[in-house]
């Protein structure tokens, strides 16, 4: 089988415990598959600001473009938080999201059954959710000019909200054909009532809709789909949304399943180029002591399989394996009803290893 | 007593049957406290733009401001959703706002005790959530430049975020002074890890802290607030942030309640000047037929009394009476759970009149 280059963030707090379970993953579907993956690590996040005094060293970046497709476990840290811009984990994150083009992120909000009691909604509310946020992820307020000045009322900020037609038609129709392939409900998320910006979004979603034909597309403002998503979450199919919609729909997405700790994530680039991580934080107050879950991060080894890679037999496999882990009963600390027979990150890893 | 000069502004849909049960409950109060209240109507919405061609008729704006407040029942509509911007509702809500100078939009977020199970939230989590969402209301993206222009890739759009340091300092003041009359604690909701104008912010929060020694402040970003909004929500006491946020969250909050159809809100301006009306909105598919519930404006009623004219006894007295026809088992249809036994919107009105 053809070589394909993987580059491993770990990154901080809890990243290279949940990493290292990973890795086993990737290694046990080589040998069962008959894949070929080239892992290289790569600094990123605090400790590449402790080790080499930014968050995203060159080096980093190229080991990155070289490859074919990224791992990250986590980054950031309270060790980080008040250093100035350019010495911090999420200027790194915004960072590699530019430099490698990744403009859309895919964050599938699903329930699992272990968890279903795990949410704060009622369980017939959320019966059957199943829904996929396609975030824009290199626009909008994010990168758009920044600046301080003196007004009249004395020093005023301002931040830029800027999106063209092309980068909402790429991000829009990768939404359309997401759609098109899980149950074709489309609900497009803007604020036109207010924003030049969602006005533009708007029009270009009504511009591609009739080449999708199959799928059925609703417009729903911000406000009233942070209230719908309560409402009614498993009536979404699939939402796109601009960059800091998404942020927000997205975290409240994954937290109404309760099952966040278990979520993976992708950011896709052009092609089949994507970097894959877990939904779920660095967790610093928990990092070293082998209590992390590494579910989420093995899941996004799953659709990174699936996406970048087209292997869904591994894909598959290693969902199946996680479900029958779970089914079996073991459970690490986060989702450990007893947490007294909660099992440790390299035990879970090697159950799932076993299962694949 | 001196004469209190009210605007009242019915609007579309539900509005105007809504508003009038509202005012019989002013009359009421004139006979029972002496107070005495002068009322002038005025043409605001969808109808002003029926009968006006603008949604913001110049006499409006001069009955709201030579008033010493505004009640609003609702406006908008699918009649308007299609007209161009300057005909369109929400662009007289936007530019009322601004006229009036309304910079703060107090949106308390209660349980009311008949409608707990109406949350699709679990009743233990939801246990004891009384939250109230200060949000800033004439100033950020709403009001910002927006334009459109030819980019390199097409068709781009903008989209301009300011806040100066006077516009930050005014609201967050008000938000301290209210947690400080609450549980005195304030979540500052921002997203300075992104945004300039979120830094300038939090500057501002951490500058007058000081100055409010006994209220706690917590800084949240925009996405872990959307989330902590469901994981507990009991937890938050005042939540301070910039239109947009306060948009998104307010919403999910008064979602998250199961309440939303009772809630009251107050946009306020400079001193106690200030407009009350309902969170909910116009209801065009109920509307004129008697179905719609009055208590959330009847509330706005009351919250008019405690923060424009400190008519503490009529406030109190409305919301008693509230409480009371609630516990006595009327329902309109919208919170009835046996609908056949629901009551009308008069109905509801009478009653509670009867019981102040
Ligand atoms: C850390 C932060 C800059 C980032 C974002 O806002 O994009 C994070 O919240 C996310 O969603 O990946
Ligand atoms: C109608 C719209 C412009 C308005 C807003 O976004 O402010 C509404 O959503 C609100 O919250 O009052």
């Known amino acids: 089988s053809e070589v394909k280059k993987i580059a491993v963030i770990a990154g901080d707090g809890i990243g290279p415990e949940v990493v290292a379970e990973a890795e086993k993953v990737l290694k046990v579907t080589e040998e069962i598959f008959g894949y070929v993956f080239e892992t290289e690590h790569a600094l990123f996040g605090g400790i590449a600001i402790d080790e080499r005094g930014t968050p995203l060293p060159k080096d980093t970046l190229e080991i990155c473009r070289s490859a074919d497709a990224v791992l990250l476990g986590a980054v950031g840290g309270p060790k980080w938080d008040n250093n100035p811009k350019e010495l911090r ?3 790194g994150l915004l960072g590699i999201r530019k430099a490698l083009g990744l403009f859309s992120n895919l964050r599938p909000a699903v329930v699992f059954d272990c968890l279903k009691d795990a949410s704060t909604l009622k ?7 199943d829904l996929m946020v396609v975030r824009e992820l290199t626009g ?3 990168f758009g ?3 301080r000045r003196q007004g009249e009322f004395g020093e005023e900020a301002v931040d830029t909200c800027v999106y063209n037609v092309m980068e909402v038609e790429r991000i829009v129709r ?4 997401i759609a098109g392939k899980r149950r074709k ?3 497009s998320v803007d604020k036109a009532n207010v924003l030049e910006t969602s006005r533009l979004w708007r029009e270009v979603v009504n511009k591609l809709a009739p080449e999708y034909p199959d799928v059925e597309v609703e417009h729903i403002l911000v406000d009233n789909c942070a209230m719908q998503l309560l409402r009614r979450p498993s009536s979404f199919d699939v939402i796109v949304t601009e960059n800091m919609f998404g942020d927000i729909l997205s975290d409240e997405a994954a937290m109404l399943t309760g099952s966040i700790g278990m979520l993976a994530s992708a950011s896709m680039g052009e092609g089949s180029y994507g970097l894959f991580e877990p939904v779920h934080g660095s967790a610093p107050d928990i990092a070293g002591q082998g209590l992390a879950n590494p579910i989420a991060t093995i899941l996004s080894v799953a659709l990174m399989f699936r996406m970048t890679f087209g292997y869904e037999d591994a894909a598959a496999a290693i969902e199946a394996a996680v479900a029958e882990v779970l089914d079996a009963g073991h459970r690490t600390s986060d ?3 007893d947490k007294s027979k909660a099992i440790s990150t390299t035990e879970m890893g090697d159950l799932i290893v076993a299962a694949i």
Chains 1, 2 share one sequence.
């Open 185 to 187: 409900k489309l609900a």
């Open 174 to 177: 990768q939404a359309f054909e």
């Open 335 to 337: 989702i450990a009803v």
């Open 145 to 147: 000019e920044k600046l």
């Open 89 to 91: 984990p999420e200027t």
């Open 140 to 142: 909008g307020i994010y």
């Open 123 to 129: 369980p017939e509310v959320l019966e059957g959710t």
